[in-house]
């Protein structure tokens, strides 16, 4: 029986438990990416953490995707933090140099971005030297106090990203839980098992001590 | 009339003075007060198909009745906040670049030829220099793009706080 499960997932219940994770994957293969973003990534990303699991049962994998996710944001987050530091010393370097009108931010922004990646071009890097020494600062000097200017959305970047961890710890146990409780359940179907064939047993050997 | 009270009422007179927004970035981010992202509303996901399959399928899992509807309802809630948290970093506020990185000081000398025509006096200028500044310091106090999607995400924290801990509790307790 085929279910649609939210985000066009089709789940294949009246499959066996070791199959469960193989439909599901429509399911995580329609993740919300960011143009640049790779699919293929996401995906292996998840793979490995469904590996880790023995049987994972569709919830489990549900839950395990929202993990994946989780881990998702914190990478954007992280590379954003990134992103604020570099605006702010491309901002500071236009505000302070010659380069009064807006057009000359971007063009800094992009040659800053290339100059710290360390691919920067031969034109690139005379820019940004000839915008440093207008500014009468240092690269580290433009890097502290870049900071200092963007520490309030740095702060909540960080908020975001403790989130997430948060939200990864909650996922965790949730899934500590779900596999706790099916092995609980094994282990009480497996015990009433035993305890049946004990009670039939005995059965049987009262049946031939009875006198006939 | 205690002082208290008395600030109270000036304060209360004052405040009917007040007509709203005036100036043009004034008005422009008040134009922005009715975006919502729709987290405060009360779904209705009891009578949604995805809940009622999701329901099932947990079932399957050997969790009550009661317990499958909460996690399901957990789940898609859940879902929904992770959704909005995505459209509101994917379509910030646009930036006004231009506005953002020009510099007020420097660009006087603009001001005062493109007003010259009409005979302006320094008063002029300085107004204009006045109001430039006041709307560069708006842009500037909601940052770029990425400033922008880092503060209009971070106000969807709590949602996604409530919606972790109702999903995770439902689970552990069913």
């Not at chain 2, 007040?18 to 100036?23: F, K, L, Q």
């Not at chain 2, 987290?39 to 198909?49: A, I, K, V, Y």
Request: charged residues 25%; contains cysteine.
């Amino acid at each position: 029986m085929l279910y649609n499960v939210h985000f066009g997932i089709y789940v294949d219940v009246a499959m066996p438990v070791e199959d469960k994770s193989k439909p599901l994957l429509p399911f995580l293969s329609s993740p919300k990416l960011l143009p640049d973003e790779s699919e293929a990534e996401f995906q292996s990303g998840l793979q490995s953490l469904l590996s880790e699991l023995d049987n994972p049962s569709p919830l489990a994998v549900a839950l395990i995707s929202q993990l994946n996710e989780c881990i998702w944001w914190i990478r954007r987050h992280t590379v954003d933090k990134e992103l604020l530091l570099h605006e702010a010393m491309a901002r500071l370097l236009s505000r302070e140099g010659s380069n009064w009108m807006g057009s000359g931010n971007s063009k800094l922004s992009v040659a800053l971005e290339h100059y710290l990646n360390g691919s920067a071009q031969t034109d690139q890097a005379a820019l940004i030297g000839e915008a440093l020494s207008d500014a009468n600062l240092t690269l580290s000097d433009l890097r502290a106090r870049a900071f200092k200017d963007a520490a309030r959305h740095i702060k909540m970047v960080d908020d975001l990203i403790h989130r997430q961890h948060q939200t990864i710890r909650h996922l965790q146990r949730s899934i500590d839980s779900i596999d706790y409780k099916s092995r609980l359940i094994k282990r009480m179907d497996l015990e009433l098992a035993a305890l049946e064939s004990k009670q039939s047993v005995k059965g049987v050997l009262q049946l031939d001590d009875e006198p006939s | 009339m205690t002082m208290n009270h008395r600030r109270n009422l000036t304060n209360r007179c004052n405040a009917l003075k007040s007509t709203g927004p005036r100036s043009a970035a004034g008005k422009r981010a008040s134009s922005q007060n009715s975006r919502k992202h729709g987290l405060n509303s009360t779904p209705d996901f009891e009578s949604s198909r995805e809940f009622r399959a999701l329901v099932d399928l947990i079932a399957e899992e050997g969790f009550s009745a009661f317990a499958c509807a909460d996690i399901a309802a957990g789940l898609l809630n859940y879902r929904r906040v992770m959704d909005a948290y995505y459209d509101t970093y994917t379509s910030p506020e646009p930036v006004n670049e231009f506005m953002r990185d020009m510099n007020v000081k420097a660009s006087i000398p603009i001001f005062r030829e493109l007003l010259s025509p009409s005979g302006s006096e320094p008063q002029d200028v300085r107004e204009m220099a006045a109001f430039f500044a006041s709307m560069q310091r708006q842009e500037r106090r909601k940052g770029g793009p990425v400033p922008r999607r880092s503060s209009d995400t971070h106000k969807l924290i709590r949602y996604q706080r409530n919606g972790i801990a109702r999903l995770s509790r439902a689970i552990r307790q069913g």
